[in-house]
């Protein structure tokens, strides 16, 4: 092995260790905790060399959350890809969303809640975003009916976040937990006509028979 080889071989390990470490600290005591001082101090190399890979904590926040997009895309991906139906892989997708965030709330909070500098949605992109993404898109297409599939991947998303969030600040009762994550299971799989129905079935229980025209 070069010289050279071998300081790169370096530079990628103290790369990783510093976002391992954030990471470890981060779930330890919060972000806050998370200061390049504490870094130094725990990783043992000086700040410049710290700087020297990151420019400050945002981009070490960015770089944990580029991590965590790429785990929630294998966890998604491994929870799904047994499902013997498309309704069991959504089923299953949700419930493993919702599990890797209440086992890793520090890292869905740099995912979702810190100062991050990545493109969501955009033609830049990066891959692990792009798959976080494209593991809900899988798995909600075939219940798109007529629908764009991206536009309900991404209220399918925004609906696991919210209860997620909701949940984590002690804003939902944690005894109906399963039963929320059935029930949104439920109105993502539901296809475009069964809603057309149901809403049809809920207007005419409501009609007043006073309204409803005679012959």
């Known amino acids: 092995m070069s010289t050279t080889e071998r300081k790169e071989r370096e530079r990628a390990r103290r790369h990783e260790l510093i976002i391992a470490t954030a990471r470890e600290l981060a779930e330890e005591q919060g972000w806050e905790a998370v200061t390049t001082r504490r870094l130094s101090e725990r990783i ?22 580029l991590q965590g997009f790429g785990e929630l895309a294998e966890a998604l991906e491994a929870a799904t890809a047994p499902a013997a139906d498309p309704r069991s892989a959504l089923e299953a997708a949700v419930r493993a969303y919702t599990a890797f965030a209440e086992e890793h709330p520090a890292l869905y909070e740099a995912m979702f809640s810190r100062s991050v500098d990545l493109p969501f949605g955009q033609p830049d992109t990066p891959a692990p975003l792009r798959a976080g ?24 998303w925004s609906s696991i976040h919210g209860l997620v969030t909701l949940a984590r600040d002690g804003r939902l009762p944690p005894a109906a937990r399963e039963q929320r994550l059935a029930l949104l299971a439920d109105q993502l799989a539901a296809a475009p ?23």
Do not use: C, N, W
């Open 44 to 65: 043992e190399y000086s700040q410049p060399v710290l700087y020297s890979h990151f420019s400050g904590k945002d981009a070490i926040v960015t770089a944990v959350a």
């Open 133 to 156: 993404f494209e593991a809900i898109l899988r798995v909600l297409t075939p219940f798109a009916g007529g629908r764009d599939p991206a536009l309900l991947a991404e209220v399918g």
């Open 193 to 215: 006509a069964d809603r057309a129905r149901g809403r049809g079935r809920e207007h005419r229980q409501g009609e007043d028979p006073a309204d409803t025209p005679l012959g």
